[in-house]
C-alpha cells in the first residue's frame, strides 16, 4: 500500500502562486532562517505548508509600497521606517540610476511622492530586513 502524501505545495508551486521566479523562492526565500521544515515530499519535491509559507512570506518578503499615500511627500527616512529599504540603498540606487530622481526637495532633504515610490518598488526584489 503507497502512503498518503501529506497536504502541501513545493517550492515551484509556491513561486507561481506568488508570482515570483522559482530560482528567486528556492535560492533566497527557502534558505531564509524563517523558511519553514519541510512537510514531507512529492516526487523530489519537498512540501510545505501553504500557511506558514504564508505567515513567512508576508513577514520577510512582501512588498509593503500599499502603506504610502499617493499624494504624500516622503524622505528617504520616511521611506524606510515604511517599506524597509533603506535610505542609504536609495541614494545608491539613484546614483546608479535605479531609484527615480526626487519629486521635489525640502531643504536638503529630497522627497518623493507615494505613487513614485510605489513604482519604483514594484520591480524591486521582495527581500528587506525586519520591519519591528
Partial sequence: MVDAVPEGETLKEIAARHGRAY???????????????????RGR?????????????ARHFAR????LEARRLYTAREI??????????IRADR?????????DVQGRAHVWYGATV?????GRRGYRKDIT
Avoid: F, M, Q
Avoid at 530560482?23 to 532562517?33: C, P, Q, S
Avoid at 509593503?64 to 502603506?67: G, K, S, V, Y
Avoid at 524606510?80 to 540603498?89: I, S, Y
Fill in 23 to 41: 530560482n528567486t523562492v528556492r535560492a533566497h526565500w527557502a534558505r531564509h532562517t524563517a523558511w519553514p521544515a519541510p512537510i514531507g515530499k
Fill in 45 to 57: 519535491g519537498k512540501l510545505y505548508e501553504s500557511s506558514v509559507v504564508d505567515a513567512v512570506i
Fill in 64 to 67: 509593503i509600497a500599499n502603506a
Fill in 80 to 89: 524606510e521606517d515604511l517599506t524597509g529599504v533603506t535610505a542609504a540603498t
Fill in 95 to 103: 546614483s546608479r540610476g535605479r531609484w527615480p530622481a526626487p519629486d
Fill in 118 to 122: 510605489t513604482r519604483a518598488l514594484e
